[in-house]
């Protein structure tokens, strides 16, 4: 019978698996990419890693996301990371849209969602002892910087062009917004590694929920939230623009980095989707110690559709939901496949299975 995962490892990784096994406590660092319902297929995962493994060995972390990976990195974050877990995916497959919903109407949905994923326990994110939860988000300048539906379409059609011609050209476009809370302040991101200027905003009450959407506005589907607390006047989008499966210098920490992904490769940017050649390739020092699982080719195959959930569910299914949300309920639950199979190997791990990165 075929894996329901794919397990790909760094050089780095490989060797300390190799010497120590899978530890929880060697890992520092969990990612959590954009994607939109992709990342519903992680949920099975994220609760055995948030809920029974990492608990193993308590331990300063960094839980770093941009758009559905922000929120599901803040779920983590919680006391009851599984219970937070589950709400977040209760509210997300119980998303209900008229046909053609305008931006106001999809932003005020998505807020109403992370109040019930955040239950009013904000406090447990902002001031946990150990976990350090990054949020993030982009900033438009330029073209983007004013306000008007026609503006932004000319700046994104501006900042694609540009993208397609080198990425660092997207910077005159957007800059990297980083929310961080928790004891470390995302001093691993400071020092500058591409072109983007960031700008670092401690996470607080006053910011949380709106650097949380702003995380996942998409452009032209959601509002841009404008003028967050604590952040540089502006208006502020889906941080996937620039940071889709979050291709961050994760060589500068000494211990491991495990990295639940819904693809077996890393696409720095949402507008290089359609780029092969600007994927991270083997080889990277970024990525020497990264342990990434994700969803095998046949595991995909089997699910409702032969696919994962995606945002083109929502027209597909148009006001069918109750078609939309048992599919998507069903490839969650055979996510449960994927979370026994890579408990089985971090516990006794086989190098042979392992792809490089």
């Not at 050209?169 to 200027?197: C, I, K, Q, T």
Request: glycine fraction near 8%.
């Amino acid at each position: 019978m075929q894996s329901p995962i794919t397990i790909r490892l760094g050089r780095r990784a490989r060797a300390r698996i190799a010497e120590n096994g899978v530890r929880a406590a060697d890992i520092a660092i969990v990612p959590a990419a954009a994607g939109g319902p992709k990342g519903l297929i992680l949920h099975q995962l994220d609760c055995w890693l948030f809920g029974d493994f990492l608990p193993q060995a308590p331990r300063p972390r960094q839980f770093v996301g941009a758009s559905i990976g922000a929120w599901r990195m803040a779920a983590a974050t919680f006391a009851d990371p599984v219970a937070a877990q589950r709400r977040l995916v209760r509210e997300y497959v119980g998303q209900r849209y008229p046909d053609r919903p305008d931006a106001a109407h999809v932003s005020r949905t998505c807020r109403a969602l992370l109040d019930a994923v955040l239950d009013g326990q904000d406090a447990q994110l902002l001031r946990h002892a150990r976990h350090s939860l990054t949020v993030l988000a982009v900033r438009g300048i330029g073209a983007l910087a004013q306000p008007g539906k026609w503006r932004d379409r000319r700046g994104f059609l501006l900042a694609a062009a540009g993208n397609a011609v080198g990425r660092a050209r997207l910077a005159a476009s957007l800059e990297r917004a980083v929310f961080h809370a928790g004891p470390d302040g995302a001093s691993w991101l400071r020092s500058r590694f591409d072109a983007f200027h960031s700008h670092f905003v401690p996470l607080a009450q006053d910011n949380l929920r709106d650097a949380l959407l702003a995380s996942g506005s998409i452009p032209l589907v959601l509002d841009a939230v404008t003028d967050i607390a604590g952040a540089p006047p502006g208006r502020y989008w889906d941080g996937g623009l620039v940071d889709y499966h979050l291709h961050l210098p994760y060589q500068r920490e000494p211990d491991l980095v495990l990295y639940p992904h819904f693809a077996d490769h890393i696409v720095p940017g949402w507008l290089d989707k359609a780029m092969p050649w600007r994927r991270a390739r083997s080889g990277d020092s970024a990525l020497d110690n990264m342990i990434l699982v994700s969803p095998s080719p046949a595991f995909v195959a089997s699910l409702p559709n032969g696919k994962l959930p995606d945002r083109r569910d929502f027209p597909h299914y148009g006001q069918d939901h109750a078609a939309r949300m048992r599919d998507w309920r069903c490839a969650i639950a055979e996510s449960e496949r994927m979370a026994a199979a890579f408990a089985r190997w971090a516990e006794q791990p086989d190098l042979r299975q392992a792809g490089d990165l």
